[in-house]
């Protein structure tokens, strides 16, 4: 190869390398120009820590795991969960599985479920939202069960079965209040400006792009029902960004699994529906965690 | 007249490998007294060759002799597990530290790494004569610039996306190209690969990292990899077609093996059994033409899969209809009775596709 056919490679090689870095980084500020699609606070029970003994030990990054749920009343009285990445929600119904492209399926013969539940997974734009009458419910299912299991203790006295339940009961209330997300996938669909439109609350409702497989609700007695598996795009993990490093860096280890107030972060989403942390400070738990030095950091 | 143009590493290592076999060839018949070259003769074509041997040896470092081959495969065999792990050091050297530094100087590392690299593998290229060092550079290139991609994702939290593959096949493809690298290619390929099933997922609506489930969605990159070579010619490129028939071959063969035993990922909504049964005997027609096609065009690579995959589907057969009811002596006589019935059918096609006395073989 002679010179000037070594020239144009090396011209065309940083072309692409440029082109492909600019169209990335447009993108991304693209993302960020306008005025933020959703701009929520949240805290370390929405956006965890990464476990320490989970890291990759020689990753110098950190990025925070998003911790969502879904109302699902087959999750079962002690499985309200401290970080979920999935689930089936109670509201994803048939009707809604036809308006995210699924075909709708004749769920009573064999062939009709299979033909139904073999579709795979499409992209779907997911409502999130921060502690609201969904969360509110979790809230009030773990109470009762609570109050439930410790008045069927009292009355069985002396039964170690008893005072187990009334335990785990009282132990996953603590966790309700206190530490598990409060943030809840409450609606999908495919434009984002209808979601929005119909959730206006940019405070309160999140909008991320998720996948939706279909599944099938069956509960014994009832006629089978078209649902859907909700997850979410990607690892779920929001990146850190170095001038934020500082005080979540102290917190990591420190008492874990976390899930507790320690930090609150402002979390915006852009108009690709790609988040990036603004802004985190110190949360009213940060009391409880060993002190912080003057630039908020714990020691 | 034409001035003859210069040939790529490969045409010349075969032309001095061709010398070699012509000088033994000549040896031998000069020794059954069949054809003996006069001295005028010999001093021509023994200069003639010992001139292009070292122009040869001077423009690309070719193998000499079969000592200087048996070391060359060594230090292909060095370069390539240099070259991986060349690759990994700089993803690891950037994991390690890339959380010291802002956003400003991390995007700037990342783009600056693959410029750096890529300009390092052109310099490199104008200088190796034997290629292993431009192989180190250029897969440190390809390397830095997938990492480059791929962390400005996650700096980001930018969507996964299945155009990212699109520059990165390009940067495969131009290195493999500029400096004649199969390994290059073969990343080249595998990023093509996935970026067309993905694309023909999506088509049907499904999210594209979830294409992958539906085998079929891999049929028309592979009929687009092995007609490929056909299209433009590699005569320069002496490894490069048959490495996209390869790939080719493999994107059909193995959806075809996996719905052979998996109905269910099939697109066609049919029971599992006929969708099975179907793509079994698809595989054997598709191993039979594959086989044939490759002996008629002379495809070793070809010929080879074929017979791989029609082994593979005959035996997966076997063991499905007879492994629990026979006794396994029998059942190891009937696969080895089949592998002659193989070998005889092979050796008869071989007959069949020899070329007529006299013409040679290419």
Redesign the interface.
């Known amino acids: ?1 002679n ?1 000037l056919t ?1 020239s144009h ?2 011209a ?3 072309a ?6 600019a169209v ?2 447009g ?2 500020w693209w ?1 960020r120009s306008a005025t933020p699609e959703s701009a929520l606070t949240l805290s370390e029970r929405e956006l965890g820590l990464p476990w320490r003994s989970l890291r ?1 030990a ?6 925070l795991n998003l911790n969502w749920r879904v109302g699902d009343r087959e999750a079962g009285e002690f499985v309200s969960g401290y970080t979920f990445s999935g689930g089936t929600p109670e509201w994803l119904d048939a009707a809604h599985m036809v308006a995210l ?1 699924f075909a709708p399926g004749d769920l009573d013969s064999d062939r009709g479920r ?2 139904y539940t ?1 579709q ?4 779907a734009i997911l409502v999130i939202e921060l502690g609201g009458p969904t969360w509110q419910r979790a809230l009030a299912r773990a109470r009762e069960n609570a109050g439930r299991h410790a008045a069927a203790a009292a009355a069985n006295a002396g039964s170690k079965q008893f005072a187990d339940r009334a335990r785990q009961a009282r132990d996953e209330l603590a966790r309700e209040e206190g530490s598990n997300s409060r943030l809840f996938v409450i609606d999908a669909g495919l434009d984002a400006r209808q979601l929005r439109e119909k959730y206006p609350d940019r405070h309160r409702f999140l909008l991320l ?1 998720g ?1 939706v497989r279909p599944a099938v609700r069956d509960r014994g007695g009832t006629a089978p029902q078209a649902t859907g598996y909700v997850s979410r ?2 690892s779920g993990r ?2 850190v ?3 934020q ?1 500082g005080l979540l860096e102290s917190a990591r280890g420190v008492g874990e699994p976390g899930g507790r107030d320690r930090f609150t972060v402002e979390l915006l989403v852009g108009q ?5 942390i603004a802004d985190a400070r110190p949360g009213s738990g940060a009391a409880d965690a060993p002190p912080a030095n003057h630039s908020g950091e714990f020691r | 007249m034409t001035e003859p143009t210069l040939p790529s590493r490969p045409e010349a290592q075969q032309r001095v490998d061709d010398i070699h076999t012509f000088r033994n060839e000549l040896a031998r018949l000069a020794d059954e007294g069949v054809l003996r070259l006069d001295a005028t003769q010999q001093a021509a074509v023994g200069k003639h060759h010992e001139r292009l041997l070292a122009e040869f040896a001077a423009l690309f470092d070719v193998d000499r002799d079969s000592r200087a081959k048996q070391l060359s495969l060594g230090m292909r065999v060095a370069s390539f597990l240099g070259a991986l792990a060349l690759a990994a050091s700089v993803f ?1 050297l950037f ?9 400003t100087a ?2 700037a590392i ?2 600056a790494s ?2 750096a690299a ?2 390092l593998t ?1 310099f490199i ?2 200088r190796d004569a034997t290629g292993y060092f431009t192989k180190l550079a250029a897969l440190v290139a390809f390397a830095c ?1 997938v990492l ?2 791929a962390m ?9 996306s299945d155009r990212a593959l699109l ?1 990165w096949a ?2 495969a493809f ?2 493999a190209y ?1 400096c004649d690298l199969r390994l290059l290619l073969a990343a080249g390929i595998c990023c093509v690969i996935a970026w067309v099933q993905a694309r023909v ?1 999506t088509w049907n ?3 594209w990292l ?2 992958g ?2 085998p079929e969605n891999f049929f028309p990159v592979a009929a687009l990899l092995f007609v490929f070579p056909l299209l433009v010619g590699h005569r320069r490129f002496p490894g490069f077609a048959p490495l996209y028939r390869i790939f080719g071959l493999l994107c059909l063969f193995i959806p075809m093996l996996i719905l052979s035993h998996w109905g ?1 990922a099939s697109h066609l ?1 049919l029971d599992a059994d006929q969708v099975e049964g179907g793509y079994q005997v698809a595989g054997f027609v598709a191993a039979a033409l594959a086989i044939w096609l490759g002996a008629r065009r002379g495809w070793p690579e070809t010929v080879n899969i074929g017979i791989v995959f029609f082994v593979i589907f005959l035996y997966t057969k076997f063991y499905q209809w007879w492994w629990e009811i026979m006794p396994k002596y029998l059942f190891f006589l009937v696969v080895g009775l089949t592998a002659v019935l193989i070998l005889l059918i092979l050796r008869r096609l071989r007959r069949t596709f020899r070329p007529p006395t006299g013409e040679g073989a290419p």
């Open positions: 190869m010179n070594r490679t090396l065309i090689g940083i692409l390398i440029a082109l492909t870095n990335a980084l993108g991304v993302n990759f020689e990753e110098s990054g950190l990025s492209g299979r033909s073999r795979l997974p499409r992209e792009r996948t795009i990607g929001i990146h960004p170095y001038a490093r690709r529906l790609e988040p990036w | 690891f994991y390690q530290f890339w959380g010291h530094f802002g956003e991390q995007v990342l783009i693959p410029l890529f300009a052109m290229q104008g610039f480059n991609i400005l994702g996650q700096i980001f939290n930018i969507t996964p520059p390009a940067m131009l290195l500029t997922g609506g499904i999210y979830h294409a489930e539906r269910r909504d």
